[in-house]
């Protein structure tokens, strides 16, 4: 039987809570309807993400987004079946979140089917931003932002999470086969591609991860100064967004503080350390000045 929609946000809050995902301390500081929209737009992530990385023996990821992309049309065209769509259905009719996002992200997640190395950081560009910064431009949908200025600092936060991650996975996505640092960089810094995949640590990758690490922070500052320039209205909708940026900027400060030794244990933040820098962002934002997560 197709799940009534009270049932089916059900299913995406339970979906966001068992991830164990940095998002959901964020999530906690929304008003209850749009906290609802940000577990089915995070649920919904998440589902299209595991259909290629947590794929079934035997299964074919392709198959399964071209699932995603007929759901998707469904949920827009009114006759969804997949719990996260039916949840959808309601959030993006109330919300006006444009289809062509949703599309987009499930473009990026493919991309991991089809390209395992990236020559240039352009063409990495594309990547992070149809599996990071559109997700951004669906969370200012949620959070009601009004501002142009807004999407500059959607896309630039995005591009900042998603290569604060790839810093911190290198090690898990080389067992996947997948490659992400451009290999324009590899060459640049004479670190070779095998060194990567045996995980080795040499002066040569220091330099490289200082490269790669300086240029995350580059879309950090941009985002920043996007948040400053904002009307007050519109960095108050985006304290979950500035917690969120509070949460990374500072894996990513451990990153650079182990002197990258990203091929252990993986970096990561304690729970009540997550919090502490939520609680700390929001108490912030309820004074008059933009909302930092620094």
């Given at each position: 039987?197709?799940?009534?929609?009270?049932?089916?946000?059900?299913?995406?809050?339970?979906?966001?809570?068992?991830?164990?995902?940095?998002?959901?301390?964020?999530?906690?500081?929304?008003?209850?309807?749009?906290?609802?929209?940000?577990?089915?737009?995070?649920?919904?992530?998440?589902?299209?993400?595991?259909?290629?990385?947590?794929?079934?023996?035997?299964?074919?990821?392709?198959?399964?987004?071209?699932?995603?992309?007929?759901?998707?049309?469904?949920?827009?065209?009114g006759?969804p079946?997949?719990?996260?769509?039916?949840?959808?259905?309601?959030?993006?009719?109330?919300?006006?979140?444009?289809?062509?996002?949703?599309?987009?992200?499930?473009?990026?997640?493919?991309?991991?089917?089809?390209?395992?190395?990236?020559?240039?950081?352009?063409?990495?560009?594309?990547?992070?931003?149809?599996?990071a910064?559109?997700?951004?431009?669906?969370?200012?949908?949620?959070f009601?932002?009004?501002?142009?200025?807004a999407?500059?600092?959607?896309?630039?936060?995005?591009l900042?999470?998603?290569?604060?991650?790839?810093?911190?996975?290198?090690?898990?996505?080389?067992?996947?086969?997948?490659?992400?640092?451009?290999?324009?960089?590899?060459?640049?810094?004479?670190?070779?591609?095998?060194?990567?995949?045996?995980?080795?640590?040499?002066?040569?990758?220091?330099?490289?991860?200082?490269?790669?690490?300086?240029?995350?922070?580059?879309?950090?500052?941009?985002?920043?100064?996007?948040?400053?320039?904002?009307?007050?209205?519109?960095?108050?909708?985006?304290?979950?967004?500035?917690?969120?940026?509070?949460?990374?900027?500072?894996?990513?400060?451990?990153?650079?503080?182990?002197?990258?030794?990203?091929?252990?244990?993986?970096?990561?933040?304690?729970?009540?350390?997550?919090?502490?820098?939520?609680?700390?962002?929001?108490?912030?934002?309820?004074?008059?000045?933009?909302?930092?997560?620094?």
């Amino acid at each position: 039987m197709t799940m009534t929609p009270t049932e089916a946000q059900a299913y995406c809050e339970a979906v966001t809570k068992q991830s164990g995902s940095n998002f959901y301390y964020s999530f906690l500081f929304l008003p209850h309807a749009r906290r609802a929209a940000m577990y089915t737009v995070y649920a919904f992530c998440r589902e299209v993400d595991s259909a290629v990385d947590d794929a079934p023996p035997g299964s074919d990821p392709r198959e399964a987004l071209q699932r995603w992309r007929e759901e998707l049309a469904a949920a827009y065209g009114g006759s969804p079946t997949h719990p996260v769509t039916i949840s959808l259905a309601e959030h993006a009719r109330r919300l006006a979140i444009p289809q062509e996002y949703f599309a987009e992200l499930i473009a990026g997640v493919e991309m991991d089917l089809t390209t395992a190395r990236y020559a240039t950081f352009d063409e990495l560009y594309l990547y992070c931003y149809r599996v990071a910064s559109i997700v951004g431009l669906i969370c200012l949908k949620v959070f009601g932002t009004r501002s142009l200025l807004a999407k500059e600092y959607a896309v630039n936060l995005g591009l900042a999470f998603q290569l604060t991650n790839i810093l911190r996975d290198l090690r898990s996505d080389a067992e996947r086969g997948r490659v992400y640092l451009p290999q324009e960089d590899l060459a640049r810094f004479g670190y070779h591609e095998e060194d990567l995949l045996t995980g080795t640590y040499s002066p040569r990758f220091l330099d490289l991860m200082q490269f790669e690490s300086a240029r995350a922070r580059e879309f950090y500052a941009k985002a920043r100064s996007a948040a400053e320039r904002l009307p007050p209205a519109d960095r108050r909708a985006l304290t979950v967004a500035e917690i969120m940026r509070g949460i990374y900027r500072r894996i990513l400060d451990r990153i650079e503080t182990s002197d990258y030794r990203v091929f252990g244990p993986r970096i990561s933040l304690a729970p009540p350390y997550r919090m502490a820098i939520a609680t700390g962002v929001w108490l912030r934002s309820l004074l008059p000045s933009c909302p930092r997560g620094d």
